[in-house]
């Protein structure tokens, strides 16, 4: 399937289901708060199989992620991964790289159906990575559930961080991911929301230069690269003078890459308790799948028509030539503003017909617990 021909006004490109927000670490990023016990109103494995049922009615071949906390905290996430795979989704899974992920585990994900694996390295070495997720141990961990899924043959993707904590990891991190063979690097730009509060995002300027040099990375790197939560990327490629997309390399999974989707387009979120959201980081519901279908819920909302369409848009995003290729991110715009239409504070780029107010690039804890 070419994720380029999806209509992301009728399916997300990437649907993520938070299994439970139960987990064993206490990352400083965490956007679930992530919790030590798993919630007891928790979606139930046959109301799973249901939501699941549901989402096979975007089309045969949706993409399902089970995230977290960690999914693998569950039981069933096996037996929900099988149940997916038979009725026609890819399944992927975003693991928290505990001990939980032995090489048994995997094996036996893998034979159920899993297409993709994707772990997450925020540090270049094991003091810097162990810091950041707060737990002793977790890099070797995450090193060796990266070779057990390579020697399950199961295609890997790293997912990473970017704040002012990691910014001058990402050239180790780079080396890291072309070693392990990984197919793809998922750079996360940082949105201030759950426990990443108290983290500090990057300036915009600095972010400019990151996108460039990520531009290059993608075509000098073995793996795939693409960013979460900073559509501008796509921007930064034009400018570039390349084109849009990054180098096309055949994906062993399947799983194409699509840039320039953003919250509530080509994107939801269903959390631990069925909400749905436009995305993990834009903490606004528009519906819940134990008494609505996620498919009215994606195509129909309010919510997330409004956040298909690039001239509901304010600020500088609102007038900005860019905005029906990129748009910027929605949920770092409600962060900083608690309007998803806003501007997006991370791009540093001024359309040249505005003449209004620029949003305000700077950002303390205190502020942002408001925007729950
Ligand atoms: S101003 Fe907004 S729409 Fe334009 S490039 Fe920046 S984030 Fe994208």
């Known amino acids: 399937m070419n994720p380029r021909e999806i209509d992301t006004t009728q399916r997300p490109f990437v649907l993520i289901w938070e299994l439970t927000q139960a987990c064993e670490l206490a990352c400083k990023h965490c956007r679930a708060d992530a919790q030590s016990r798993r919630h007891p109103d928790e979606l139930t494995t046959s109301e799973g199989k249901q939501f699941l049922d549901e989402v096979r009615r975007f089309d045969n071949g949706q993409l399902v992620v089970l995230s977290g906390g960690d999914p693998l905290a569950r039981n069933d996430a096996t037996e929900l991964i099988d149940y ?22 995997i094996q036996g994900l893998t034979d159920a159906g899993l297409r993709r694996m994707a772990l997450s390295i925020d540090g270049g070495t094991a003091v810097t990575h162990d810091d950041f997720r707060q737990e002793q141990g977790s890099f070797e961990q995450t090193m060796r559930a990266a070779r057990a899924t ?24 780079r080396d890291l991911v072309a070693d392990l063979g990984a197919v793809l690097w998922s750079v996360f730009f940082l949105v201030p929301v759950g426990r990443g509060r108290v983290l500090d995002p990057i300036a915009p300027e600095r972010a400019e230069r ?42 062993p999974d399947g799983i194409g890459r699509r840039m320039g989707i953003t ?6 979120f269903v ?16 519906g819940n799948v134990l008494n609505e279908s996620i498919v009215d819920i994606y195509r129909g909302s309010d919510l997330f028509r409004s956040l298909r369409d690039p001239d ?3 600020g500088k995003c609102g007038v900005c030539e860019y905005r029906y290729v990129c748009g910027g991110s929605r949920s770092r715009a409600f962060a900083y503003t608690r309007d998803p239409l806003e501007s997006d504070p991370l791009c540093a780029y001024v359309p040249g017909e ?19």
């Open 312 to 314: 509901a848009l304010r």
């Open 271 to 286: 959390s631990h308790l069925g909400d749905v959201y436009p995305s993990g980081f834009l903490p606004q519901p528009a």
């Open 263 to 268: 919250a509530g387009n080509g994107f939801a």
């Open 84 to 105: 997916g795979t038979d009725i026609g989704l890819r399944m992927t899974l975003t693991p928290s790289g505990t001990t939980s992920l032995t090489p048994e585990r």
């Open 150 to 173: 390579q020697a399950a043959d199961l295609p890997l993707q790293i997912n990473t961080t970017v704040c002012a904590e990691t910014v001058d990891e990402l050239p180790a991190i």
């Open 210 to 251: 990151v996108m460039k040099w990520l531009y290059d990375v993608a075509h000098s790197a073995p793996f795939g690269v693409k960013t979460t939560e900073a559509p501008h990327y796509r921007r930064v490629t034009i400018e570039q003078g390349r084109g849009i997309d990054s180098p096309k390399r055949p994906s």
């Open 354 to 372: 505005y003449n209004g107010p620029l949003p305000k690039q700077s950002f303390t804890p205190d502020e942002a617990s408001s925007a729950d």
